[in-house]
């Protein structure tokens, strides 16, 4: 869950609300790699990256109960944390977007 909190300066930002479940480390290769199932809690994911630098350092992915990341699916840059809303029982794939192979850590992230 998010809500809209404000910093010293008066900006606002979304802030992420919930306990951090489980995690899973997933490496973004040549072909599609996705994770095991969500828990029955989870509505939100984290997603982090390595940070690669250079062209095509990015990683592509898709949500679902049987996804396959493409490079037709929406991209996260390397170095950027994500937060994602997905349902119950979904997964996350990815497959990387340049030359080399990324580390991709996925935090749920639940109201329990």
Do not use: W
Request: with cysteine; hydrophobic share 40%; proline share 4%.
């Amino acid at each position: 869950m998010s809500k809209v909190q404000k910093d010293q300066a008066g900006v606002t930002y979304p802030g992420i609300v919930g306990k951090l479940g489980t995690n899973q480390n997933l490496t973004a290769g040549v072909t599609a790699t996705a994770s095991s199932a969500f828990g029955q809690e989870t509505t939100l994911i984290r997603v982090a990256t390595n940070s690669l630098t250079g062209a095509g350092s990015h990683v592509h992915f898709a949500i679902g109960t049987t996804p396959t990341a493409t490079t037709s699916t929406a991209l996260i840059p390397c170095g950027v944390i994500e937060y994602i809303a997905v349902a119950p029982g979904d997964k996350i794939s990815v497959l990387r977007g340049g030359a080399l192979d990324i580390n991709v850590s996925v935090t749920e992230i639940t109201n329990a």
